[in-house]
């Protein structure tokens, strides 16, 4: 009788469907869970939910237009084919058990439940629920395992159950209770009770019989924990727990609860009880301060003796309401202690070291670590935290870094320390668009001083020098000693006129006589002056241009001053030459494009490729990138020759599809300068729909330069090529000076470990180190990881070994012409070269 009645109901949706139009179905799929969709009558999908597309392994745009019976397996596709064709003959509405393979190859037994429908055009469709077998088997079984464990808890939680009846003057207990109390019957009346009273102590037993008055007859909660005394001697504890049984708003004449053996959680108490004083004895022996804060109460838990003594405060004193732990902060330290306790107070653990006052008023150091305590719902309950008092480590790594960052003789900042406030300086200077200078200032026949009157005269004589020029420089300046006799200066705001006055007035102070024990000497300098960012945009380049500079000062006679300029060396001349020729190279045809595979290491399956700018000179043969592409990068030239490599790219891309090959991703390298170009989104996007490339086969490389630069519009471009849907991977990671915090902000989706890293694989530890650090990391940000440069077997077996996702390299091939890659294309695995 049900099933007529649902055969009913199904044949008056039928019916009343048949005047209705499709989207009276839009419910039906759109907010259903299982898996639906509309057909036509020949199968053809014709709108289908969001769980069809996970059913079925695909997008909604490309499910449409295919037909039901390409998923269904081959061997049940005729049998689903004729259940509903006659479905549709009466239609009517039935089940039918399927197997459905996805594009991914999984095998997915489901239940098709279709109905047959006539729209107002009169056009015959089929509506279709497919509900997967495997989730109802699996929550069948998730019924059973709950039945299973309720039927267990009472043994679990070692508890029993009992029930009251005041009608019937019945206790009833279950087994467990029984056996918690060392009693063999199950059943008794009220005034049989009074032949168990030596389980309790007297007191114990009063306030029983008070409780259980309190439950009856005014609805309380019973809840009573006390010890009992068997009948057999053995000591136990129990809490009782119960309360009336409602019908409605009103009490009934039951009662119920449950008792539990609480025995094992009293000794766990007490063991604990002993574990906490013992814990306390051993904090307050230590020389670290530890202490717990109750975030319920704001009470003080714990803080060990060492408190006073390093802080000269009580700790109810610094985090009462007046919160004078912020007057103890350095000025300084404030506003990173601030952060760092809100993250605290959010659930965050927090680490940091800041300078605090002592209540003598003496400034100290101290390490600050804390962890939240939270509670089920995430509920901050508890602070516990460890502080040290690090001044003197703190005052010994003070001295070392000085040390190592300072030279011995004069005091100034030495190489090192330059090198890294000159990349500061840079990229402060990228932000605000400041320009600096950079004097090498090298002091003349030096050596001859140091050779004939010794090493001690030669050092005083540096002093003195350092003197001079401090005395003589401009307001904003810095200066460091970087080798023997050579200084370096770096003037901030400084254009190039002023540069040339301030040369000559480091010149002009060396010439006085320098009296230095019984000898006066006389001494010039040279001086190589770079301006940033017109003679270098990076470290490397402003010091090997003001190095150059410094040569041709010191070649033309010394004691004078030379500002580089680019036709100082023939090499200047020659990539001047070069640079020419290169704006021609794109209106002749002269630079062309290479791929080189990417493959998987564990199949050696080639999955993508990197496109690889080639310039072929017609009188120099083939320059190297490492050439011509710095040259690019100094201007827009960089930026054409971009737009030129996505078009002619994405053209190939369209013509290998068009030959019967797979489409694979395809990787571009884009420099930072064009990134910054407004026009390159809309480049990047026109290129990909003029030549139908789906923008997840499109990936765009990017430098470690481009995020240093931290720039909004940096940030601006990358995020809205991901809206694009391409990928974007940073090239050479691991060399240059990426962190975590660029990597979570710009949401990249590959990485590629610089072929420096992976040349002395596996030999080399720190190498090694460092690649299994990064594979880990990557797959910890859900990243993929590219291994540039592989060569050898060695490297590739140890890449597979770290489970790295791609690599590229000659060992399987060198960067091919858009035909031999089509080739290794069609192989689809790559053997390994022979070398």
């Given amino acids: 009788m049900m099933r007529f009645k649902q055969y009913k109901h199904r044949k008056a949706i039928t ?134 464990n309720l039927n267990e808890l009472q043994e679990i939680v070692k508890g029993g159950i009992w029930h009251y009846n005041s009608h019937t003057q019945k206790l009833y207990w279950s087994k467990q209770v029984s056996k918690i109390l060392g009693i063999k019957k199950r059943i008794t009346s009220m005034n049989e009770l009074e032949q168990y009273e030596y389980l309790l102590k007297e007191q114990d037993l009063k306030r029983l019989k008070s409780s259980i008055n309190n439950l009856y007859f005014k609805g309380r909660i019973l809840e009573v924990s006390c010890p009992i005394k068997r009948h057999d001697g053995s000591i136990a504890y129990i809490r009782i727990h119960g309360k009336p049984i409602k019908k409605g708003d009103q009490l009934s004449a039951c009662l119920t609860g449950v008792i539990q053996d609480t025995t094992e959680y009293h000794s766990i108490k007490n063991k604990l009880i002993e574990k906490n004083i013992q814990a306390e004895n051993l904090y307050n022996q230590i020389e670290e301060i530890v202490w717990s804060l109750d975030m319920t109460t704001k009470k003080i838990i714990f803080c060990s003796n060492d408190f006073e003594e390093i802080t000269g405060w009580k700790l109810s004193d610094l985090i009462g309401p007046n919160e004078l732990w912020k007057e103890t902060i350095h000025p300084k330290d404030k506003d990173h202690v601030t952060a760092a306790i809100n993250r605290l107070l959010d659930g965050k653990q927090t680490s940091f070291h800041y300078q605090f006052y002592h209540a003598s008023g003496q400034l100290r150091w101290g390490h600050f670590k804390a962890y939240p305590i939270l509670d089920s719902h995430n509920k901050l309950i508890r602070l516990d935290g460890i502080i040290q008092d690090i001044t003197c480590r703190k005052e010994m790594e003070n001295k070392l870094l000085h040390i190592a960052y300072h030279d011995h003789i004069t005091g100034l900042p030495n190489r090192l320390h330059f090198e890294e406030t000159l990349q500061k300086k840079i990229t402060l200077a990228q932000q605000t668009n400041d320009t600096f200078a950079i004097f090498h200032v090298d002091l003349d026949r030096f050596r001859h001083i140091n050779e004939m009157l010794g090493y001690e005269i030669g050092d005083d004589l540096l002093q003195y020098t350092a003197s001079r020029l401090k005395e003589h420089s401009h307001s904003d300046y810095y200066i460091s000693r970087i080798s023997g006799n050579e200084f370096a200066v770096i003037l901030s705001s400084c254009e190039l006129a002023e540069a040339k006055h301030q040369a000559a ?314 035909l031999n890659f089509s080739r290794l294309v069609k192989k689809g695995i790559l053997p390994v070269q022979a070398h």
Avoid at 68 to 75: M, P, R, V
């Fill in 15 to 148: 019916k009343t469907s048949t005047y209705r139009g499709q989207d009276d179905y839009s419910i039906f799929y759109d907010l259903n869970p299982e898996a639906a969709f509309i057909l036509k009558s020949d199968g053809v999908f014709i709108s289908l939910n969001k769980a069809a597309e996970k059913l079925l392994g695909g997008a909604k745009k490309d499910l449409i237009g295919l037909s039901l019976y390409q998923f269904i397996d081959s061997s049940l596709v005729n049998n689903t084919i004729d259940s509903i064709k006659t479905l549709m003959l009466g239609q009517d509405s039935r089940s039918i058990s399927t197997i459905i393979t996805t594009p991914q190859k999984t095998s997915i037994h489901v239940i098709l439940y279709v109905t047959s429908y006539v729209n107002e055009q009169g056009i015959q469709k089929l509506a279709c629920i497919a509900k997967n077998i495997e989730d109802i088997k699996q929550y069948n079984s998730k019924l059973l395992k709950i039945k299973n």
């Fill in 505 to 818: 007035k480091y010149l002009e102070s060396l010439r006085p006589v320098f009296k230095i024990k019984d000898y006066e000497l006389y001494i010039t300098g040279s001086i190589g002056i770079a301006l940033f960012p017109k003679h270098g945009k990076d470290l490397e380049h402003l010091l090997k241009n003001s190095e150059t500079a410094l040569y041709h000062a010191k070649n033309g006679g010394k004691n004078t001053f030379k500002v580089y300029c680019s036709t100082m060396t023939t090499e200047s001349k020659h990539r001047y030459s070069l640079e020419k020729d290169l704006r021609n190279a794109l209106q002749t045809n002269q630079l062309f494009i290479e791929y080189q595979p990417k493959v998987s290491p564990e199949t050696q399956l080639l999955t993508g490729g990197e496109a690889l700018l080639r310039w072929k000179h017609p009188k120099l043969g083939r320059v190297s990138p490492g050439e011509f592409i710095p040259l690019a990068e100094e201007s827009d030239l960089i930026c054409h020759i971009g737009d030129w490599v996505i078009e002619n790219v994405c053209r190939q891309m369209q013509k290998w599809e068009s030959e019967g090959l797979p489409l694979i991703p395809i990787s571009v390298n884009i420099s930072a300068l064009h990134l910054t170009k407004v026009d390159l989104i809309t480049k990047v996007k026109q290129a990909l729909t003029h030549y139908h490339i789906p923008p997840y086969l499109f990936e765009i490389e990017i430098t470690e330069t481009s995020l240093i630069q931290s720039s909004e519009l940096i940030f601006s471009r990358l995020e809205s090529l991901k809206q694009l849907g391409v990928r974007i991977s940073l090239d050479d990671f691991g060399v240059g000076y990426s962190s975590l915090t660029h990597l979570l902000k710009f949401k990249l989706d590959a990485l590629k470990i610089d072929k420096s890293l992976i040349a002395n694989l596996p030999q080399k530890k720190e190498d090694s180190i460092i690649i299994s650090t990064l594979v880990r990391m990557a797959k910890g940000l859900g990243i993929s990881l590219v291994a540039e440069g592989v060569e050898t077997t060695a490297q590739l077996e140890y890449l597979k070994q770290e489970e790295c996702h791609f690599v590229q390299g000659y060992l399987f091939s060198q960067p091919v012409s858009p």
